[in-house]
């Protein structure tokens, strides 16, 4: 089994700053996914992190993967209200993802 | 693109009843998955099927869940007997290859409400 735990598992920013989420899992996974929620809604894809050192941006969002201290992050910049929803990591075990807590992001105008 | 999608969006049945959930998945894709996610956690994995067969499976999924390939395109979810615990959001997805090695795309889901 594959544990993954994110945190913070609540956010509360103001629009304009920064902050980063955290996703520790148990044992050695050589990739790493992060998905975005809405409310009621299905799992976006974000990011797809392949290999230990991989880093992966797309707009005010940027991921990255450390296999050795088994840790991502996913690093919001300057934030936007859009930017409200739930994040999750999800790492792989034979055939099935391990999906974490999920963090609730809130940008508060 | 290509996108798994699931019917119907949402489900409403009483305890007790049998529910058949519907996913089509990405039409090369060869790995199919159920997972569920109750309100306001994190999303479970169910069971995963791969060339006819259940190929893992959670401890979630006991005798009341069952699945199947009916024919080339529709992979369904089937709850026996529904219990009011039930109740969640159920996500099928799809992957090209095995999950270790392949990302997994998921549909939009189907709200199951067991009253």
């Known amino acids: 089994e594959l544990k993954v735990e994110q945190n913070p598992l609540f956010l509360s920013m103001q629009e304009g700053k920064n902050y980063t989420i955290y996703c520790n899992y148990s044992t050695t996974s050589d990739r790493l996914y992060w998905y975005r929620q809405d409310p009621g809604k299905s799992l976006e894809s974000l990011f797809v992190?392949?290999?230990?050192?991989a880093v992966k941006q797309e707009g005010r969002l940027m991921a990255s993967l450390d296999t050795k201290a088994r840790l991502s992050t996913l690093h919001i910049t300057a934030a936007v209200h859009d930017l409200s929803a739930t994040y999750f990591c999800?790492?792989?075990?034979?055939?099935?993802?391990?999906f974490g807590t999920g963090t609730s992001l809130t940008v508060i105008p | 693109e290509p996108e798994v999608t699931q019917t119907p969006s949402h489900q409403v049945t009483q305890m007790g009843q049998e529910v058949i959930l519907r996913c089509v998945p990405i039409s090369n894709h060869l790995y199919f998955y159920w997972y569920r996610q109750i309100l306001g956690q994190k999303v479970e994995f169910l069971v995963s099927f791969y060339n006819n067969e259940i190929s893992e499976k959670s401890e979630i999924f006991d005798d009341q869940f069952s699945v199947e390939r009916p024919d080339g395109s529709n992979f369904t979810l089937k709850i026996r007997s529904t219990k009011l615990e039930d109740s969640a959001m159920y996500f099928c997805?799809?992957?090209?290859?095995?999950?270790?090695?392949?990302?997994?795309?998921f549909g939009p889901g189907t709200r199951l409400t067991v009253l």
């Open positions: 999800a790492g792989p075990r034979g055939n099935q993802f391990y």
């Open positions: 997805a799809s992957s090209p290859g095995t999950a270790s090695y392949n990302e997994q795309f």
């Open positions: 992190l392949l290999s230990n050192g």
